[in-house]
Nanobody, 119 residues
């Protein structure tokens, strides 16, 4: 079993920065992909960024150049540095893990952390 615990959300003014952290525990495979997703009120959950074990990253167009995803493989942790925040970044941010166990991908979600950007 895998557990993901996010931290670092909060209230920030437009133009400010926040850093989200996600700590994973349990049976973490050496082959995995961490991701950050977000869901704003009344909207579908959307991908923000992903990072695989090798460090390759992928970003939503809306956050490119402002957000940076990173990971610490030894600590089984992933981070999301969010700069130049905009009110439209307001959402609940979820940590996600695709974990390869016995040649099968298994997905896990954290409980979410609220990010609110005021104008």
């Amino acid at each position: 079993q895998v557990q993901l615990v996010e931290s670092g959300g909060g209230l920030v003014q437009a133009g400010g920065s926040l850093r989200l952290s996600c700590a994973a525990s349990g049976s973490i495979s050496s082959i995995n992909v961490f991701g950050w997703y977000r869901q704003a009120p009344g909207k579908q959950r959307e991908l923000v960024a992903t990072i695989n074990t090798g460090g390759s990253t992928n970003y939503a167009d809306s956050v490119k150049g402002r957000f940076t995803v990173s990971r610490d493989n030894a600590a089984n942790a992933v981070y999301l540095q969010m700069n130049s925040l905009k009110p439209e970044d307001t959402a609940v941010y979820y940590c996600h893990l695709n974990n390869m166990i016995a040649f099968t991908w298994r997905a896990y979600w954290g409980q979410g952390t609220q990010v609110t950007v005021s104008s």
